[in-house]
């Protein structure tokens, strides 16, 4: 066993305190990492107050790592003590299925594991997260991130930087592509730094007219605060794709009008209710309607070596662990420019 400090929820609802506790020896393909930097994602807050159903206490959140090898198992191969890594949401899979072999972990057939919340696949380790000082990994779900990068900038890429930049590239978001992003937070705020470095005309639609200046200086063309029934008439089948990151209920009927034919509209963020979408607004233009969620390893790497080479990380507030429970309540109530990340060299 391998002792490991951190913060942890002891129950639910309940503030994160001080965890001492133990993470696995070394298997022959695992990676040890001395974390440096985590994100703080709004899940986290959802898991810890158990607001998504049953989960496991104690629980130590983080699923937005970066750090440092320290040590490897006695067949790891892929990474080598010293070098800069990350981890993202999940640290295993079932490794057999058909999404599995094509690098789509995150939609295993039988379930991917998750970084924290759940029992790793023996069946009886509990996944403690990246709130802490350490994590031991399979090297198959960790990926190598360019020394180029401001590291603590880095953390969030692992969760929400993915989460934007894989149905960017699925649906070929580039030169000529009309994209449009709703919301401008810490999903949002990924997905306009990528569709603008992919060469989109990039529209961000905001709740707010306080965001426009960021917006705009983060490579967005254009920004439409609450847009008016005019501006979706004037509008109407212009754009190629169009994300929703925001987990509120939003008229789906409108933005789906604005996609041109074949285009799409990909929610990404999670609404506490069901959308209602009147099926004409599709069939008029074969307008698609899709999801997606995070990515898979390959897709990842890919990621962190786009952003390597194009300077990308989230525009972050670095704070001390004892300063988890505030940066919860400023989450929740949307006060961060753009994403927390704890700095775990205090752990």
Not at 196 to 225: I, N
Not at 313 to 332: C, F, G, H
Request: net charge negative; hydrophobic share 40%.
């Amino acid at each position: 066993m391998v002792k490991a400090r951190g913060y942890a929820v002891l129950t639910p609802k309940t503030d994160l305190v001080p965890f001492e506790f133990d993470r696995r020896a070394l298997r022959p393909h695992d990676v040890e990492i001395t974390i440096t930097h985590t994100g703080i994602c709004h899940s986290d807050i959802h898991q810890g107050r158990e607001e998504w159903g049953q989960a496991i206490f104690p629980m130590v959140p983080g699923h937005e790592i970066v750090g440092r090898v320290k040590d490897v198992g006695e067949k790891a191969s892929k990474f080598a003590p010293g070098q800069l890594v990350g981890v993202g949401v999940f640290i295993d899979s079932c490794r057999e299925c058909e999404n599995c072999k094509a690098g789509l972990q995150q939609y295993c057939a039988q379930g991917m594991t998750g970084t924290y919340n759940t029992i790793e696949r023996d069946g009886s380790t509990v996944a403690y997260g990246g709130y802490s000082n350490l994590i031991v990994v399979d090297e198959n779900y960790v990926v190598s991130v360019p020394e180029t990068l401001e590291v603590a900038g880095v953390a969030p890429l692992m969760c929400a930087g993915i989460t934007l930049y894989s149905p960017l590239r699925h649906w070929e978001a580039g030169p000529g592509k009309k994209v449009g992003i709703i919301g401008l937070g810490g999903l949002g705020h990924m997905g306009v730094k990528f569709a603008h470095a992919m060469g989109a005309h990039l529209t961000v639609f905001s709740h707010s007219e306080r965001k426009k200046s960021d917006a705009l200086a983060m490579g967005a063309d254009d920004f439409v605060a609450n847009p008016s029934d005019d501006y979706f008439k004037k509008n109407g089948s212009s754009f190629d794709l169009i994300l929703n990151t925001v987990s509120v209920d939003v008229d789906l009927e409108k933005y789906l009008s604005l996609l041109r034919l074949n285009g799409t509209l990909v929610l990404i963020g999670l609404p506490g209710k069901p959308y209602q979408v009147p099926a004409g607004v599709l069939l008029g233009k074969r307008r698609r309607l899709a999801g997606s969620m995070i990515g898979g390893v390959p897709e990842l790497q890919e990621m962190l070596n786009f952003c390597g080479s194009n300077q990308i990380v989230s525009d972050i507030e670095l704070i001390q662990p004892d300063y988890i429970n505030k940066a919860w309540e400023r989450t929740v109530a949307r006060d961060v420019k753009y994403r927390f990340v704890i700095d775990a060299s205090s752990f």
